[in-house]
Protein backbone atom coordinates (compact mmCIF):
# COMPACT_ATOMS: atom_id res chain seq x y z
CA UNK A 1 0.00 0.00 0.00
CA UNK A 2 1.20 3.41 -0.74
CA UNK A 3 1.89 6.07 1.54
CA UNK A 4 -1.25 8.08 0.02
CA UNK A 5 -3.12 5.36 -0.05
CA UNK A 6 -2.61 4.09 3.30
CA UNK A 7 -3.53 8.00 5.10
CA UNK A 8 -6.18 7.93 2.87
CA UNK A 9 -7.85 4.38 4.13
CA UNK A 10 -7.37 5.56 7.50
CA UNK A 11 -9.11 8.86 7.06
CA UNK A 12 -11.46 8.04 4.46
CA UNK A 13 -15.13 8.59 4.92
CA UNK A 14 -15.98 5.16 4.77
CA UNK A 15 -13.53 4.84 7.76
CA UNK A 16 -15.80 7.59 9.29
CA UNK A 17 -18.57 5.76 8.74
CA UNK A 18 -17.43 2.49 10.58
CA UNK A 19 -16.00 4.25 13.54
CA UNK A 20 -19.55 6.16 13.58
CA UNK A 21 -21.25 3.01 13.83
CA UNK A 22 -18.48 1.57 16.17
CA UNK A 23 -19.54 4.32 18.76
CA UNK A 24 -23.29 3.54 17.93
CA UNK A 25 -22.96 0.27 18.50
CA UNK A 26 -21.11 1.02 22.42
CA UNK A 27 -23.61 3.48 22.89
CA UNK A 28 -26.11 0.24 22.94
CA UNK A 29 -24.05 -2.12 24.86
CA UNK A 30 -22.94 0.50 27.75
CA UNK A 31 -27.32 1.73 27.98
CA UNK A 32 -27.62 -2.44 28.63
CA UNK A 33 -24.92 -2.25 30.83
CA UNK A 34 -26.45 0.79 32.86
CA UNK A 35 -30.04 -1.19 32.94
CA UNK A 36 -31.60 1.06 30.47
CA UNK A 37 -32.06 -0.78 27.72
CA UNK A 38 -32.49 -4.75 27.62
CA UNK A 39 -29.08 -6.86 26.49
CA UNK A 40 -31.62 -7.83 23.69
CA UNK A 41 -32.13 -4.75 22.67
CA UNK A 42 -28.47 -3.86 22.40
CA UNK A 43 -27.96 -6.66 20.76
CA UNK A 44 -30.61 -5.64 17.81
CA UNK A 45 -28.70 -2.59 18.08
CA UNK A 46 -25.37 -3.93 17.06
CA UNK A 47 -26.57 -6.12 14.84
CA UNK A 48 -27.98 -2.78 12.85
CA UNK A 49 -24.89 -1.09 13.03
CA UNK A 50 -23.02 -3.62 10.52
CA UNK A 51 -21.29 -1.02 8.10
CA UNK A 52 -22.38 -3.16 4.88
CA UNK A 53 -25.93 -1.70 5.24
CA UNK A 54 -24.95 1.41 5.04
CA UNK A 55 -24.12 3.20 1.19
CA UNK A 56 -20.99 5.81 2.57
CA UNK A 57 -21.26 7.83 -0.47
CA UNK A 58 -25.04 8.29 -0.07
CA UNK A 59 -24.92 9.02 3.96
CA UNK A 60 -21.70 11.69 3.05
CA UNK A 61 -24.07 13.66 0.85
CA UNK A 62 -27.22 13.81 2.88
CA UNK A 63 -24.71 14.69 5.54
CA UNK A 64 -23.43 17.68 3.43
CA UNK A 65 -27.09 18.88 3.45
CA UNK A 66 -27.97 18.27 7.03
CA UNK A 67 -24.95 19.49 8.61
CA UNK A 68 -23.63 16.48 9.73
CA UNK A 69 -23.06 12.58 8.39
CA UNK A 70 -25.12 11.40 11.64
CA UNK A 71 -28.64 13.14 11.51
CA UNK A 72 -29.47 10.62 8.44
CA UNK A 73 -27.00 7.96 10.13
CA UNK A 74 -29.28 7.80 12.82
CA UNK A 75 -32.25 7.51 10.38
CA UNK A 76 -31.12 5.04 8.64
CA UNK A 77 -30.05 3.21 11.71
CA UNK A 78 -33.83 3.37 13.40
CA UNK A 79 -34.94 1.84 9.99
CA UNK A 80 -32.60 -0.98 10.21
CA UNK A 81 -32.91 -1.62 13.71
CA UNK A 82 -36.52 -1.92 13.54
CA UNK A 83 -36.36 -4.59 11.13
CA UNK A 84 -34.82 -6.02 13.70
CA UNK A 85 -36.26 -5.26 16.92
CA UNK A 86 -39.57 -2.13 16.71
CA UNK A 87 -38.52 -1.63 20.56
CA UNK A 88 -34.59 -1.31 20.22
CA UNK A 89 -35.24 1.43 17.35
CA UNK A 90 -36.61 3.73 19.82
CA UNK A 91 -33.54 3.80 21.80
CA UNK A 92 -30.91 3.79 19.20
CA UNK A 93 -28.93 6.82 19.73
CA UNK A 94 -30.58 7.54 23.07
CA UNK A 95 -28.80 9.99 25.12
CA UNK A 96 -26.02 11.24 22.63
CA UNK A 97 -25.83 14.30 20.06
CA UNK A 98 -24.33 14.51 16.72
CA UNK A 99 -21.43 16.11 18.29
CA UNK A 100 -21.02 13.17 20.42
CA UNK A 101 -20.71 10.74 17.78
CA UNK A 102 -18.71 12.69 15.43
CA UNK A 103 -16.21 13.80 18.06
CA UNK A 104 -15.64 10.51 19.08
CA UNK A 105 -15.47 8.86 15.45
CA UNK A 106 -12.85 11.50 14.73
CA UNK A 107 -11.02 9.94 17.98
CA UNK A 108 -10.82 6.44 17.17
CA UNK A 109 -9.88 7.45 13.61
CA UNK A 110 -7.38 9.95 14.80
CA UNK A 111 -6.20 6.90 17.47
CA UNK A 112 -5.53 4.17 14.63
CA UNK A 113 -3.62 6.92 12.51
CA UNK A 114 -1.53 7.41 15.36
CA UNK A 115 -0.37 4.38 15.91
CA UNK A 116 0.86 3.72 12.45
CA UNK A 117 2.41 7.20 12.27
CA UNK A 118 4.15 5.95 15.70
CA UNK A 119 5.20 2.46 13.97
CA UNK A 120 7.00 4.58 11.48
CA UNK A 121 8.48 6.82 13.63
CA UNK A 122 10.03 4.10 15.59
CA UNK A 123 11.54 2.47 12.50
CA UNK A 124 13.12 6.28 11.40
CA UNK A 125 14.53 6.40 14.75
CA UNK A 126 15.70 2.60 14.90
CA UNK A 127 17.06 2.25 11.68
CA UNK A 128 19.27 6.19 11.62
CA UNK A 129 20.31 5.14 15.19
CA UNK A 130 21.73 1.58 13.73
CA UNK A 131 23.94 3.42 10.97
CA UNK A 132 25.60 5.94 13.52
CA UNK A 133 28.20 3.74 14.31
CA UNK A 134 29.80 3.16 10.78
CA UNK A 135 29.59 6.49 10.49
CA UNK A 136 30.97 7.96 14.00
CA UNK A 137 34.58 8.84 12.39
CA UNK A 138 33.04 9.72 8.82
CA UNK A 139 34.10 12.66 8.32
CA UNK A 140 31.20 14.99 5.84
CA UNK A 141 31.73 18.96 5.46
CA UNK A 142 29.61 21.04 7.66
CA UNK A 143 27.53 23.55 5.83
CA UNK A 144 26.27 26.69 7.15
CA UNK A 145 23.82 28.95 5.24
CA UNK A 146 24.25 26.65 2.02
CA UNK A 147 28.47 27.29 1.95
CA UNK A 148 31.25 24.63 3.18
CA UNK A 149 32.33 25.06 7.26
CA UNK A 150 34.45 22.71 9.04
CA UNK A 151 33.45 18.95 8.75
CA UNK A 152 31.27 16.42 10.82
CA UNK A 153 30.40 13.12 11.65
CA UNK A 154 28.20 12.31 9.79
CA UNK A 155 27.17 10.18 12.44
CA UNK A 156 26.44 12.91 14.42
CA UNK A 157 23.67 13.85 11.67
CA UNK A 158 22.38 11.02 11.52
CA UNK A 159 22.03 10.67 15.27
CA UNK A 160 20.33 14.06 15.22
CA UNK A 161 17.93 12.59 12.76
CA UNK A 162 17.01 9.66 14.67
CA UNK A 163 16.68 11.51 17.94
CA UNK A 164 14.17 14.46 16.27
CA UNK A 165 11.74 11.58 15.14
CA UNK A 166 11.93 10.10 18.82
CA UNK A 167 11.52 13.51 19.87
CA UNK A 168 8.13 14.39 17.83
CA UNK A 169 6.77 10.37 18.46
CA UNK A 170 7.27 11.05 22.17
CA UNK A 171 5.63 14.49 21.54
CA UNK A 172 2.21 12.82 19.40
CA UNK A 173 2.07 10.58 22.14
CA UNK A 174 2.05 12.70 25.06
CA UNK A 175 -0.59 14.64 23.30
CA UNK A 176 -2.75 11.74 22.36
CA UNK A 177 -3.48 10.56 25.70
CA UNK A 178 -4.51 13.80 26.93
CA UNK A 179 -6.50 14.72 24.08
CA UNK A 180 -7.97 11.32 22.20
CA UNK A 181 -10.79 10.56 25.02
CA UNK A 182 -14.67 10.07 24.78
CA UNK A 183 -17.01 12.90 23.95
CA UNK A 184 -20.26 12.16 25.34
CA UNK A 185 -22.20 14.53 26.60
CA UNK A 186 -25.72 15.09 24.82
CA UNK A 187 -27.56 18.32 23.87
CA UNK A 188 -25.94 21.02 26.05
CA UNK A 189 -22.73 18.75 27.95
CA UNK A 190 -25.04 17.44 30.74
CA UNK A 191 -26.39 14.39 30.06
CA UNK A 192 -29.71 15.36 31.48
CA UNK A 193 -31.58 12.94 29.04
CA UNK A 194 -29.94 10.23 30.64
CA UNK A 195 -31.20 10.74 34.45
CA UNK A 196 -29.51 9.35 37.05
CA UNK A 197 -27.78 6.84 34.75
CA UNK A 198 -26.07 9.22 32.69
CA UNK A 199 -22.43 9.17 34.18
CA UNK A 200 -22.58 5.27 34.30
CA UNK A 201 -23.37 5.03 30.87
CA UNK A 202 -20.64 7.54 29.86
CA UNK A 203 -18.33 5.11 31.80
CA UNK A 204 -19.20 1.98 30.13
CA UNK A 205 -19.25 3.81 26.77
CA UNK A 206 -15.53 4.99 27.59
CA UNK A 207 -14.90 1.33 28.67
CA UNK A 208 -16.32 -0.64 25.51
CA UNK A 209 -14.18 2.37 23.28
CA UNK A 210 -11.20 1.86 25.15
CA UNK A 211 -11.01 5.72 25.95
CA UNK A 212 -10.48 7.79 28.27
CA UNK A 213 -13.55 9.11 30.24
CA UNK A 214 -12.84 12.82 30.50
CA UNK A 215 -13.68 15.14 33.38
CA UNK A 216 -16.53 16.82 31.18
CA UNK A 217 -17.45 16.94 27.68
CA UNK A 218 -15.58 19.26 25.68
CA UNK A 219 -18.07 20.36 23.01
CA UNK A 220 -16.31 23.51 22.88
CA UNK A 221 -13.26 23.56 24.76
CA UNK A 222 -10.84 22.35 22.13
CA UNK A 223 -7.59 23.07 23.21
CA UNK A 224 -6.48 19.43 23.96
CA UNK A 225 -7.48 18.94 19.99
CA UNK A 226 -5.56 21.42 18.70
CA UNK A 227 -2.46 20.51 20.81
CA UNK A 228 -2.93 16.99 18.95
CA UNK A 229 -3.06 18.85 15.13
CA UNK A 230 -0.36 21.20 16.98
CA UNK A 231 2.01 17.93 17.77
CA UNK A 232 1.36 16.39 14.12
CA UNK A 233 2.26 19.89 12.68
CA UNK A 234 5.49 19.64 14.57
CA UNK A 235 6.08 15.93 13.34
CA UNK A 236 5.73 16.87 9.86
CA UNK A 237 8.15 20.05 9.72
CA UNK A 238 11.00 18.08 11.85
CA UNK A 239 10.42 15.22 9.05
CA UNK A 240 10.72 17.99 6.50
CA UNK A 241 13.81 19.47 8.05
CA UNK A 242 15.47 15.91 7.46
CA UNK A 243 14.07 15.28 3.83
CA UNK A 244 15.49 19.07 3.49
CA UNK A 245 18.67 17.73 4.66
CA UNK A 246 18.66 14.51 2.38
CA UNK A 247 17.84 16.20 -0.54
CA UNK A 248 20.46 19.28 -0.63
CA UNK A 249 22.89 15.58 0.25
CA UNK A 250 21.48 14.25 -3.03
CA UNK A 251 21.66 16.77 -5.09
CA UNK A 252 24.15 15.94 -8.48
CA UNK A 253 27.06 17.80 -7.68
CA UNK A 254 27.23 16.72 -3.91
CA UNK A 255 26.12 13.28 -4.74
CA UNK A 256 26.89 12.36 -0.79
CA UNK A 257 23.47 10.59 -0.41
CA UNK A 258 20.56 8.70 -2.51
CA UNK A 259 17.56 7.81 -1.94
CA UNK A 260 16.59 4.15 -2.14
CA UNK A 261 16.16 2.86 -6.12
CA UNK A 262 12.53 1.91 -6.41
CA UNK A 263 11.34 0.83 -9.72
CA UNK A 264 9.10 3.81 -11.09
CA UNK A 265 10.19 5.87 -8.70
CA UNK A 266 12.37 9.19 -9.25
CA UNK A 267 12.64 9.14 -12.83
CA UNK A 268 12.41 11.84 -15.11
CA UNK A 269 10.08 12.64 -18.14
CA UNK A 270 12.25 14.08 -20.03
CA UNK A 271 16.04 13.07 -18.95
CA UNK A 272 16.38 9.45 -18.25
CA UNK A 273 20.08 9.77 -16.14
CA UNK A 274 17.88 11.67 -13.52
CA UNK A 275 17.16 10.19 -10.54
CA UNK A 276 14.99 12.64 -8.71
CA UNK A 277 14.54 12.39 -4.57
CA UNK A 278 10.61 12.44 -4.63
CA UNK A 279 10.23 10.55 -1.36
CA UNK A 280 11.77 14.30 0.07
CA UNK A 281 10.08 16.24 -2.34
CA UNK A 282 6.61 15.03 -0.79
CA UNK A 283 7.89 15.13 2.72
CA UNK A 284 9.00 18.73 1.94
CA UNK A 285 5.40 19.16 -0.06
CA UNK A 286 3.56 18.14 3.32
CA UNK A 287 5.66 20.27 5.15
CA UNK A 288 4.48 23.36 3.35
CA UNK A 289 1.10 22.60 3.63
CA UNK A 290 0.80 21.37 7.46
CA UNK A 291 1.55 25.04 8.71
CA UNK A 292 -2.05 26.19 7.45
CA UNK A 293 -3.95 23.35 8.56
CA UNK A 294 -2.99 23.45 12.38
CA UNK A 295 -3.52 27.41 11.61
CA UNK A 296 -6.89 27.08 10.66
CA UNK A 297 -7.32 25.10 13.24
CA UNK A 298 -6.22 27.30 16.07
CA UNK A 299 -8.56 30.26 14.20
CA UNK A 300 -11.74 27.79 15.03
CA UNK A 301 -10.80 27.59 18.54
CA UNK A 302 -13.51 30.30 19.56
CA UNK A 303 -16.68 28.60 19.69
CA UNK A 304 -19.94 29.91 21.22
CA UNK A 305 -21.23 28.42 24.36
CA UNK A 306 -21.89 24.68 25.27
CA UNK A 307 -22.25 24.02 21.11
CA UNK A 308 -20.66 25.83 18.63
CA UNK A 309 -21.61 27.00 15.33
CA UNK A 310 -18.75 26.84 12.14
CA UNK A 311 -16.06 26.54 13.89
CA UNK A 312 -16.27 22.98 15.15
CA UNK A 313 -17.47 21.53 11.77
CA UNK A 314 -15.30 23.41 10.06
CA UNK A 315 -12.34 21.01 11.64
CA UNK A 316 -12.71 18.03 10.48
CA UNK A 317 -11.33 18.71 6.99
CA UNK A 318 -8.34 20.25 8.33
CA UNK A 319 -7.82 17.38 10.64
CA UNK A 320 -8.32 14.75 8.06
CA UNK A 321 -5.61 16.60 5.12
CA UNK A 322 -3.12 17.11 8.27
CA UNK A 323 -3.21 13.43 9.60
CA UNK A 324 -3.00 12.29 6.10
CA UNK A 325 0.19 14.13 5.89
CA UNK A 326 1.81 13.49 8.90
CA UNK A 327 0.83 9.50 7.65
CA UNK A 328 2.47 10.37 4.28
CA UNK A 329 5.59 12.12 5.49
CA UNK A 330 6.23 9.22 8.46
CA UNK A 331 5.53 6.52 5.95
CA UNK A 332 7.91 8.28 3.08
CA UNK A 333 10.70 8.57 5.80
CA UNK A 334 11.02 5.28 6.34
CA UNK A 335 11.60 4.20 3.71
CA UNK A 336 14.15 6.57 3.12
CA UNK A 337 15.71 5.24 6.44
CA UNK A 338 15.95 1.98 5.60
CA UNK A 339 17.14 2.19 2.25
CA UNK A 340 19.04 5.57 1.86
CA UNK A 341 22.35 4.85 0.12
CA UNK A 342 25.69 6.76 1.96
CA UNK A 343 28.76 7.49 -0.06
CA UNK A 344 31.31 8.27 2.48
CA UNK A 345 34.09 8.38 -0.37
CA UNK A 346 32.38 11.03 -2.06
CA UNK A 347 32.00 13.04 1.48
CA UNK A 348 35.34 12.86 2.16
CA UNK A 349 36.29 13.84 -1.73
CA UNK A 350 33.78 16.91 -1.45
CA UNK A 351 35.75 17.99 1.50
CA UNK A 352 39.25 17.55 -0.05
CA UNK A 353 38.34 19.90 -3.02
CA UNK A 354 37.85 22.68 -0.64
CA UNK A 355 41.44 22.58 -0.06
CA UNK A 356 41.09 22.92 3.54
CA UNK A 357 40.11 26.43 3.93
CA UNK A 358 37.16 25.20 5.85
CA UNK A 359 40.39 24.55 8.61
CA UNK A 360 40.58 28.42 8.90
CA UNK A 361 38.90 28.80 12.32
CA UNK A 362 41.15 26.29 13.48
CA UNK A 363 43.89 27.62 12.23
CA UNK A 364 43.22 31.33 13.49
CA UNK A 365 42.24 29.79 16.92
CA UNK A 366 46.16 28.17 16.88
CA UNK A 367 47.35 31.65 16.49
CA UNK A 368 45.65 33.34 18.95
CA UNK A 369 48.35 32.61 21.70
CA UNK A 370 50.35 34.72 19.28
CA UNK A 371 48.02 37.62 17.54
CA UNK A 372 45.11 38.97 18.88
CA UNK A 373 41.66 37.38 17.27
CA UNK A 374 41.34 40.40 15.00
CA UNK A 375 45.07 40.21 13.52
CA UNK A 376 44.81 36.55 13.29
CA UNK A 377 41.68 36.29 11.59
CA UNK A 378 42.41 38.92 8.83
CA UNK A 379 46.05 37.27 8.72
CA UNK A 380 43.93 33.75 8.10
CA UNK A 381 42.22 35.44 5.44
CA UNK A 382 45.19 36.40 3.15
CA UNK A 383 46.27 33.04 3.57
CA UNK A 384 42.72 31.30 2.61
CA UNK A 385 42.92 34.06 -0.42
CA UNK A 386 46.44 32.90 -1.76
CA UNK A 387 45.25 29.27 -1.40
CA UNK A 388 42.56 29.85 -3.61
CA UNK A 389 44.28 31.86 -6.13
CA UNK A 390 47.08 29.17 -6.28
CA UNK A 391 44.75 26.14 -6.14
CA UNK A 392 46.61 24.59 -2.96
CA UNK A 393 45.61 23.05 0.55
CA UNK A 394 45.47 25.84 3.53
CA UNK A 395 48.14 23.82 4.90
CA UNK A 396 51.07 24.38 2.19
CA UNK A 397 50.36 28.05 2.28
CA UNK A 398 50.31 28.51 6.05
CA UNK A 399 53.43 26.39 6.17
CA UNK A 400 55.58 28.75 4.07
CA UNK A 401 54.25 31.65 6.15
CA UNK A 402 57.27 32.84 8.59
CA UNK A 403 54.63 34.55 11.16
CA UNK A 404 52.56 31.24 11.35
CA UNK A 405 55.60 28.89 11.81
CA UNK A 406 56.63 30.98 14.77
CA UNK A 407 53.65 29.92 16.25
CA UNK A 408 53.15 26.45 15.07
CA UNK A 409 55.57 23.72 14.12
CA UNK A 410 55.06 20.73 11.63
CA UNK A 411 53.22 18.93 14.49
CA UNK A 412 50.96 21.54 15.58
CA UNK A 413 50.01 22.51 12.17
CA UNK A 414 49.71 18.52 11.14
CA UNK A 415 47.13 18.78 14.35
CA UNK A 416 45.48 22.26 13.30
CA UNK A 417 44.45 20.69 9.29
CA UNK A 418 43.78 16.64 11.15
CA UNK A 419 40.17 15.79 10.03
CA UNK A 420 39.18 13.41 12.82
CA UNK A 421 40.46 15.87 15.21
CA UNK A 422 38.16 18.53 13.69
CA UNK A 423 35.27 16.62 14.40
CA UNK A 424 35.01 18.37 18.19
CA UNK A 425 32.79 16.42 20.56
CA UNK A 426 30.96 14.81 17.82
CA UNK A 427 31.43 11.62 19.79
CA UNK A 428 29.99 12.64 22.89
CA UNK A 429 27.37 13.98 21.42
CA UNK A 430 26.14 11.31 19.65
CA UNK A 431 26.17 9.38 22.86
CA UNK A 432 24.06 11.52 24.67
CA UNK A 433 21.68 12.15 21.60
CA UNK A 434 21.36 8.24 21.41
CA UNK A 435 21.33 7.59 25.14
CA UNK A 436 18.23 9.51 25.85
CA UNK A 437 16.29 7.16 23.84
CA UNK A 438 16.85 4.96 26.96
CA UNK A 439 15.60 7.11 29.49
Known sequence: MSAASESTGYLSFESRLKAMLMVEEA??????????????????????????????????????????????????????????????????????????????????????????????????????????KDNANTPVLGRTLLQAGPPISFGLKLAGWAAAARRARIRIEQAARTSLCLQFGGAVGNLSSLGSAGMDVAQNLANELDLPLPQAPWHTHRDALVNLASSA?????????????????????????????????????????????????????AANRSPALVSSLLSAMPQEHERGLGGWQSEWPSLRDLFSLALEASSEMAEIAQGLEIDSERMRANLDTTNEVVFSERLSTALLPRFGRIEAQERVAELVRQSIEQNRKLSLVAAEDPEVRSVLDSEALDSVFNVFEALGFSSVFIDRLLDAAET
Open 233 to 285: GILVGSLGKIARDISLHTQGEIAELREPSVSGKGGSSAMPHKRNPVGCMRILA
Open 27 to 132: LARALAQSGVISEEQATAVAEACQADSYDADVLERKGAKAGTPVIPLVRALIANAHSISESASRFVHLGATSQDILDTATVLQLKNAISRISDCLVCIESTFASRV
